[in-house]
């Protein structure tokens, strides 16, 4: 197989910075894959096209209106999934367009090339909590953030009528985590070739985009392949600087840089242009000039 990388983006704001990680991307082995918010509404894939000088980029044509914890962020995974995977590549790096690289493409191609084969995939805990559990186990009518109060009303009653109901059987093993990943072609295709079962499991569920992949990988035989065999809330695990202690997640600036670049990290999130715009900046100039 030839070693090409394929990036899938999820965007839904802040353009000028899609803009910028873009330009970190563009490599003549990458394949970079966009899906756009359909909210997202100033988008013109023209400009965007036009950045890309080295590798190709994709814009997914259907549009989905993602709302947090709904179905919608698993379909979009999975459309950026089924696009991708048209083309041959060596890993899939599923990323946001509040990301950025920390490293040049020539160092993140040697890292995964040393490392074939296995797969990124970030879990909380090895024994997942009831609560969780639970986002899965009942019926959610209504999802996203900005729920009506009568909304809220319809999905409590709906809960306390499912009491006696399970929808996942109790021999499954269910895993949570981040869902930002680094997974191989083989698992890729194998997580497509679950596409009914994984929309019958969790379609009216909640968060649900933080547990199919883990869940997915933990009743298989991908479970061997982990980088990260400790299922400790250890961001490593998918190469990434995420800081849950200073923000939620934290949003990295300009006098953060020094602890990014000395890190041993691929990747980082969270990056705001409206919050500070130099850091952003700053790694992409490192980077680039790092790539030659």
């Known amino acids: 197989m030839e070693n090409r990388h394929a990036y899938l983006i999820m965007i839904h704001n802040n353009l000028p910075q899609f803009e910028i990680l873009l330009?970190?991307?563009?490599?003549?082995k990458n394949d970079i894959y966009v899906h756009v918010d359909k909210k997202l509404k100033e988008f013109t894939p023209e400009k965007y096209k036009k950045i890309i000088k080295k590798g190709n980029l994709f814009i997914l044509p259907k549009r989905i209106n993602i709302k947090w914890g709904g179905f919608t962020q698993i379909?979009?995974?999975?459309?950026?999934?089924k696009e991708a995977t048209k083309r041959n590549h060596s890993y899939y790096h599923l990323i946001s367009g509040a990301d950025m690289p920390l490293k040049n493409q020539n160092d993140i191609y040697n890292?995964?090339?040393?490392?074939?084969?296995?797969?990124?995939?970030?879990?909380?805990?090895?024994?997942?909590?009831?609560?969780?559990?639970?986002?899965i186990n009942k019926y959610y009518l209504f999802t996203g953030k900005k729920k009506s109060i009568i909304k809220k009303i319809i999905n409590k009653l709906f809960l306390l009528l499912q009491f006696k109901k399970n929808r996942i059987d109790n021999n499954i093993v269910l895993g949570k985590g981040a869902n930002w990943f680094t997974i191989t072609d083989k698992l890729a295709n194998y997580v497509l070739s679950y596409e009914k079962?994984?929309?019958?499991?969790?379609?009216?569920?909640?968060?649900?985009?933080?547990?199919?992949?883990?869940?997915?990988?933990?009743?298989?035989?991908?479970?061997?392949?982990?980088?990260?065999q400790k299922f400790n809330d250890d961001y490593s695990s998918i190469l990434y600087c995420i800081d849950w202690k200073r923000g939620n997640p934290y949003v990295y600036?300009?006098?953060?840089?020094?602890?990014?670049?000395?890190?041993?990290?691929?990747?980082?999130?969270?990056?705001?242009?409206?919050?500070?715009?130099?850091?952003?900046?700053?790694?992409?100039?490192?980077?680039?000039?790092?790539?030659?």
């Not at 890292?111 to 986002?135: A, P, Q, S, T, V």
């Not at 009216?204 to 991908?222: G, I």
């Open 23 to 28: 330009q970190c991307l563009d490599y003549e």
């Open 111 to 135: 890292f995964f090339e040393n490392h074939y084969g296995m797969e990124f995939i970030h879990f909380d805990e090895k024994e997942l909590r009831n609560e969780y559990r639970n986002r």
């Open 253 to 292: 600036k300009e006098e953060d840089f020094n602890e990014l670049m000395n890190s041993k990290m691929l990747f980082a999130r969270k990056f705001d242009i409206n919050i500070d715009k130099n850091i952003i900046l700053k790694i992409k100039n490192y980077i680039l000039e790092k790539e030659g």
């Open 75 to 81: 379909e979009c995974e999975l459309e950026l999934l």
């Open 197 to 228: 079962e994984i929309r019958k499991m969790y379609k009216y569920t909640l968060t649900a985009d933080e547990m199919f992949l883990q869940t997915l990988v933990l009743n298989s035989e991908f479970k061997e392949k982990l980088y990260n």
